[in-house]
């Protein structure tokens, strides 16, 4: 049962992630379709909006429940809470939960005509999602041991050094 379990785990985490990759990039180009003109703007991001919902709640948020569901699942069955790695594991996924719900503000907000972040505002926030990702992995493949903090939290100075580098290049083709 463990392996069917996790096999569905895996599957719709995919899933989630996808979801969440790509509502953000579809948001992208919503708030970019705020500075065609009217016509084409309207035509534009009324597709935005069919294309974001299909995607919000026919694949994203189904999975991340179902995610959820079997992953707990699995937690409950191995008595997994137990082991410090699925406490850090349970964290992270709580804070990817906080991600998601703030996206669905995003979503709402959208949907209702109301753009207040600018793409490179959502660029940067579609990134967090892969810094989740990133960490979440390395926690789970590297357990009991300590590399999975030096690799996450790697992984995050490298995001950060990223960060400046692409907003000092910015400043400096300005």
Request: hydrophobic share 55%.
């Amino acid at each position: 049962m463990y392996l069917y379990l996790k096999a569905l785990h895996i599957i719709f985490v995919v899933s989630w992630f996808a979801g969440l990759f790509y509502i953000i990039r579809l948001f992208i180009y919503h708030t970019e379709a705020e500075d065609k003109l009217d016509g084409e703007r309207k035509v534009l991001q009324n597709q935005f909006k069919i294309m974001e919902n299909r995607l919000w709640f026919i694949i994203a948020w189904p999975a991340a429940i179902l995610a959820t569901i079997f992953g707990v699942w699995m937690v409950i069955d191995l008595n997994l809470w137990t082991q410090p790695w699925m406490m850090v594991k349970l964290g992270l996924t709580f804070l990817l939960w906080v991600y998601h719900l703030y996206t669905h503000r995003l979503y709402n907000r959208l949907q209702n005509n109301q753009i207040i972040w600018t793409s490179n505002q959502l660029r940067l926030w579609n990134e967090v999602a892969t810094l989740w990702l990133v960490a979440i992995v390395f926690v789970v493949i590297l357990k009991g041991t300590l590399n999975w903090i030096y690799g996450t939290v790697g992984f995050f100075l490298v995001g950060v050094v990223l960060m400046i580098a692409i907003k000092t290049y910015k400043r400096l083709r300005n």
